[in-house]
């Protein structure tokens, strides 16, 4: 099996840079309300289009996680990192995840403005709900149950929003 790569895989392009540009697209695509928030395990851009509250969360690895102290290397086995080098791992793992997202929004831009797909059709998943979930987890855990047998798909026929 080939190790996993992505587009975003090497980028130079510093977190504070792609969310710079994730900003700019926004709101040159019509964006009225912008945010960003981090935390030590979650990074969370939202911003207001097309009358929706839309959110985007990026999972963060933790700076402690092995492969960002350790290195594997050949017949030596794994040897541990300097923190400095551990350190220069982790920001590189962080710049590809920002840089992923800021190249998913733009491609969902792009699919929106050529007509491929409706704003709806390309950024439903994303779109927060009265109590803070997104229409993705709350649909998400119903088609689980429903391919489990467990329950039939009332995605968001009965959804309340956390109101009885």
Not at 35 to 58: H, K, N
Not at 101 to 118: M, N, P, Q, R, S
Request: net charge positive; proline share 3%; no cysteine.
């Amino acid at each position: 099996m080939s190790a996993k790569r992505t587009y975003a895989a090497g980028t130079d392009v510093s977190a504070q840079a792609s969310r710079a540009e994730i900003e700019k697209m926004v709101r040159a695509a019509g964006a009225n309300a912008f945010m960003f928030a981090e935390d030590v395990d979650v990074a969370r851009v939202s911003f207001r289009m097309e009358g929706r509250l839309l959110r985007f969360d990026i999972p963060l690895p933790a700076p402690d996680e092995d492969r960002f102290l350790t290195v594997l290397r050949g017949a030596a086995g794994r040897q541990k990192r300097t923190a400095v080098q551990a350190a220069a791992a982790y920001d590189r793992v962080v710049r590809e995840l920002w840089r992923a997202l800021a190249l998913t929004i733009k491609a969902k831009l792009t699919a929106v403005e050529a007509g491929i797909v409706t704003f709806e059709e390309e950024f439903l998943s994303h779109v927060v709900l009265a109590d803070g979930q997104t229409v993705g987890r709350v649909v998400g855990r119903q088609l689980a149950l429903h391919y489990e047998g467990k329950d039939p798909p009332r995605l968001l026929a009965d959804y309340t929003g956390g109101k009885g």
